[in-house]
């Protein structure tokens, strides 16, 4: 896996081989943050990556000039490999937290401009996640929660409901919550 943009752009990501985690492809990565980059100024975000995995989308957000990056990912070795990787890749802002998401979303007190979530395909109540984030407050009026997930699912009909980007088997459901008036 690489980084696609910012300062870091190029530089290659190799998780060991017995690596337990499913990277977003670049390919979709790629299409993501070209929409991202028209519709948002990365310099200054405060970023929320749930079920990090390779911490791919972490990387990027900080390569862009988030100001912060938290990636919260529950596999010990996961999180110490993305802790490992962004200290070799001089990323200070990018900070790892070792815990479960559905633990740590109601325990949060940081608020966010985007949050991204991208578990597991099979995980069990992964329709429920949209839910959990929009209503726990942890992002700013206005801002997207962006849930990556398999072709199967369908978040339309739900109230915060955006757009919904598709790139090959990857699709990413674009959620807003309200502004302030």
Known sequence: MRIIGGKLKGRVILPPSEYNARPTTDFAKEGL???LDNEYEFEGLKVLDLFAGTGAIGFEFASRGADRVYSIEMNR???SFIRSEA???GL?????VHANVFDFLPICR???DIVFADPPY????LDSI???VLSSGILHPGCYFILEHGGEYNFSSHTLFKKEKTYGRVHFSIFETPSQD
């Open 130 to 132: 949209p839910d959990k």
């Open 77 to 79: 070795d996961n999180a």
């Open 110 to 112: 940081e608020k966010f």
């Open 33 to 35: 943050f070209n929409m």
């Open 92 to 96: 200070g802002n990018l900070s790892v």
């Open 87 to 89: 200290r070799k890749l």
């Open 122 to 125: 099979a995980l069990q109540g």
